[in-house]
C-alpha cells in the first residue's frame, strides 16, 4: 500500500497536469477552485486522471457530490448550510473536514471543502 506521502505526490502530479499549475502551488492545504483555479469542468478530468494514475475506480458523484447545497436540496436556510445539510456532507463526504466547514457553514465557502488533502485522504481509502 502507498504511504501518505506518495500518495500526495501522485495527488499533486495529477493535479498539475489536469490545472496546469506549478507544483509548488499545489499543497495540502490548497483549494481547488480558489487556490488552483480548477472549474467544474476540470472535476471530470481530476476524477479520470485519478483513476488513471492509481487504478482505481470512482464511481460519479462519490468524490466531489454533486447538488448537495442547492436552493431545493432542503439542506440551506439563508445562504447557510443546515444542520441536516452538515450531516450529509458528513456522510457524502467522509473524507473532508466538514468539522471546520460547520463553524460557519456559509454556502458560497462549501468549495473550500475540496481541497488537496480531502482528495488524498479520498485516494487512501481507495488503496486500502
Request: proline residues 4%; charged residues 25%.
Amino acid at each position: 500500500m502507498a504511504s501518505a506521502d506518495e500518495i500526495f505526490v501522485k495527488v499533486q502530479e495529477t493535479l498539475v497536469d489536469a490545472l496546469g499549475v506549478d507544483d509548488d502551488e499545489v499543497t495540502p492545504t490548497a483549494t481547488l477552485i480558489g487556490d488552483l483555479g480548477a472549474e467544474s469542468i476540470d472535476f471530470l478530468d481530476i476524477v479520470f486522471r485519478l483513476e488513471k494514475n492509481f487504478d482505481i475506480k470512482i464511481p460519479r458523484g462519490e468524490l466531489f457530490p454533486e447538488n448537495l447545497a442547492t436552493a431545493d436540496s432542503g439542506f440551506v436556510a439563508d445562504g447557510k448550510v443546515t444542520v441536516e445539510g452538515i450531516a450529509q456532507l458528513r456522510t457524502k463526504m467522509p473524507h473532508a473536514d466538514i468539522d471546520s466547514f460547520a463553524l460557519n457553514p456559509v454556502v458560497s465557502k462549501l468549495s473550500d471543502l475540496f481541497t488537496v488533502d480531502m482528495i488524498c485522504k479520498f485516494v487512501a481509502t481507495r488503496l486500502k
